[in-house]
Structures are given as C-alpha cells and as structure tokens.
C-alpha cells in the first residue's frame, strides 16, 4: 500500500515536470520564432500618433530633401499640418 502510494506521488511528480517543460519549450519557441527576442512590446499608441507617423513618413519619402538639406539651413520650413501639393 505505501508502495504504491509512493510510486502514484512520484508518476503526478514525473507527469507535472514533463508538463511544465513542455510548456516552457512552448514559450521559449513563440518567443524566439516572433523575431523579436531582445525587444520589449511598446504600449499601444495613443489616439492619431499611427496618423502622425504615417504622414511624417510619407511626407519624408516624398520630398526627402526637404527635411535634410534645406532644413539644416532653415531656408525652407516643413508643414507637417496639412497635405498641400507641391507645384508640378
């Protein structure tokens, strides 16, 4: 009777670890395959910072000189306000 008892603690014990280290190989892999091993998860971005940052990127791929050369002078100041066109 102790014997047996002994042997069911020791199979839950046995069957616990498996289960745990099947667990942990299964984060350590979500963690790994995401591709950002190291990098922490920003907080969601607040209400129009997507917007703002989808304007100031395309803004700077349209007229990248804008905000490089001429702005290092101060000749030419960039509205990032408004969406005019430039003259073609």
Known sequence: SFDTQT???ENQRIRKEQEEDRE????EHQYISS???AKEKRPPAKRGQVMMQMARTLSNLVS???SGAAAADGS???SRDSFTREAS
């Open 64 to 66: 990248p000189s804008a």
């Open 35 to 37: 591709g950002s091993f």
């Open 24 to 27: 942990a190989m299964e984060y």
């Open 76 to 78: 030419k100041k960039v």
């Open 7 to 9: 042997q069911r603690t």
